[in-house]
């Protein structure tokens, strides 16, 4: 027999939310969002936000996908819409911005919505949004201060992106799509830059993504 939900109570989860991370909460709401029936969403969005502002557009009929998604948040993201500063002291010196955690957040989501679909989604369209957003992270530490605002100095592991979660994902499409050359090089070279702390587990996980020929190139390329 299946084990019951166990209860929550409301005053303890309102105290826990209070202690959460502004990114986390962004992430919870967004996973409401999806979670509701269109009728409470209705009723819970109302009380806050002007409904006549969140109509569709007139051609928008279905969810976009993934890959539409990420493009789209690409693009607002190198248009500066996230960009968000304040001044800077002593004090506040580690605090961000609420642009900075709402492009944390609408990101670290978009990375979910990617292992999801590499289930069972189209293994091309998956890699290129997930090259996408890599590429924003690129983009964060080559200096640019487009996109979101640091108060200290700052760099894309602020993101907070969870490597060991996100890149098997990433290495299953990639095997899909990529030729043994290109396997090893994209591989060795986004570790190299983003979380070669973890290089030696994510080589693992990378080789047994793999096919033979793809495998002997990672050797040959980083033979750890």
Request: aromatic share 8%.
């Amino acid at each position: 027999m299946a084990s019951k939900r166990p209860q929550i109570d409301p005053g303890k989860l309102h105290a826990t939310l209070r202690k959460l991370g502004n990114e986390q909460v962004f992430l919870m709401l967004h996973d409401a969002i999806a979670l509701l029936p269109p009728a409470k969403l209705h009723k819970l969005i109302k009380q806050h936000i002007d409904l006549e502002r969140l109509r569709p557009d007139t051609n928008q009929t279905d969810k976009p996908g993934v890959l539409q998604e990420v493009k789209r948040f690409e693009k607002s993201s190198l248009a500066g819409d996230f960009f968000e500063s304040f001044h800077v002291n002593s004090r506040n010196y580690r605090e961000t911005s609420p642009g900075t955690r709402a492009w944390i957040a609408e990101y670290q989501r978009l990375l979910e919505r990617c292992v999801v679909e590499s289930k069972d989604g189209n293994p091309a369209e998956v890699r290129q949004a997930m090259d996408t957003l890599f590429g924003l992270l690129d983009h964060i530490d080559k200096g640019n201060d487009d996109i979101i605002f640091f108060a200290d100095e700052g760099g894309s592991w602020q993101v907070g992106v969870d490597w060991l979660r996100i890149l098997p994902a990433w290495f299953k499409v990639l095997s899909a799509t990529a030729g043994p050359k290109e396997y090893a090089e994209r591989i060795t070279s986004l570790i190299s830059r983003h979380c070669a702390y973890d290089r030696v587990k994510l080589l693992a996980i990378a080789r047994r993504a793999a096919t033979p020929d793809q495998r002997k190139a990672l050797r040959e390329t980083d033979p750890a």
